[in-house]
């Protein structure tokens, strides 16, 4: 089974500031789909990015940006001239392209990040 | 497009009594899946439809749980009896034509069983 670890809680960054999230991932496959969701306080989740495998070119949404490592599992997401809005809960995500029983969209237990003013 | 859409976004019940949960997936996604976010176990998958079909509901906690998804644009999450241990927040996501392709939530459903 497919593990996703964010082994920070929380984070906090001043305003305009870069921080970076990170998360490391357990698997066998060759092929799989990684992702960060934000959950604000309203609690919606929203796709913050996505990442294929099978890309080496690390995916890039405006001011968010991956650090894909494949031979190490690794996943950070970095957040560039951090803004208020961007607090939220964040949560690493990893799927694998298969369908039925054995496949789902396996979530971190999330990091907290808070920007400070 | 309004997105994922879901109802009610609170629901308060006492315990024994049944409660429904609803989504409107996004027009055109084929995937429909439903979430559970508690603070103790994270977010757990339920269970997920393709065309409307129930494809894999291994997630679903016991027999008070059930799904269905009638036609492509409704889809509900009913618990009969509620219990205390049930209250979580109850997320719906859809997804376009293809298992991989990106989940969009919608709002959740913050559910309090008394």
């Known amino acids: 089974a497919q593990t996703v670890t964010q082994s920070q809680p929380e984070m906090s960054v001043q305003e305009a500031e870069t921080v970076t999230l990170s998360c490391t991932y357990d698997t066998s496959e060759s092929n799989y789909y990684l992702f960060w969701y934000k959950q604000p306080p309203s609690r919606q989740m929203i796709l913050v990015i996505r990442?294929?495998?099978?890309?080496?070119q690390n995916a890039t949404e405006n001011r968010f940006s991956v650090n894909f490592q494949k031979a190490a599992k690794s996943f950070s997401l970095k957040i560039s001239d951090s803004q208020l809005g961007d607090t939220a809960m964040y949560f690493c995500a990893f799927m694998k392209p298969l369908t039925g029983a054995n496949s789902k969209l396996t979530f971190g237990k999330g990091i907290t990040l808070s920007v400070r003013p | 497009d309004a997105g994922v859409i879901q109802s009610p976004r609170h629901e308060v019940t006492e315990m024994g009594q049944e409660v429904t949960l609803r989504c409107k997936p996004i027009s055109g996604h084929d995937y429909l899946f439903w979430y559970r976010q508690t603070m103790m176990r994270g977010l757990e998958l339920l269970i997920y439809?393709?065309?409307?079909?129930?494809?894999?509901d291994s997630g679903m906690p016991e027999d008070r749980f059930s799904a269905k998804m009638p036609n492509a644009s409704f889809s509900t999450l009913k618990i009969q009896p509620s219990e205390p241990r049930d209250s979580a927040v109850y997320f719906c996501a859809s997804s376009l034509t293809r298992f991989t392709d990106t989940q969009y939530f919608g709002p959740g459903t913050r559910l309090t069983v008394l």
């Open positions: 439809f393709n065309n409307n079909v129930p494809i894999d």
């Open positions: 990442q294929e495998a099978y890309k080496q």
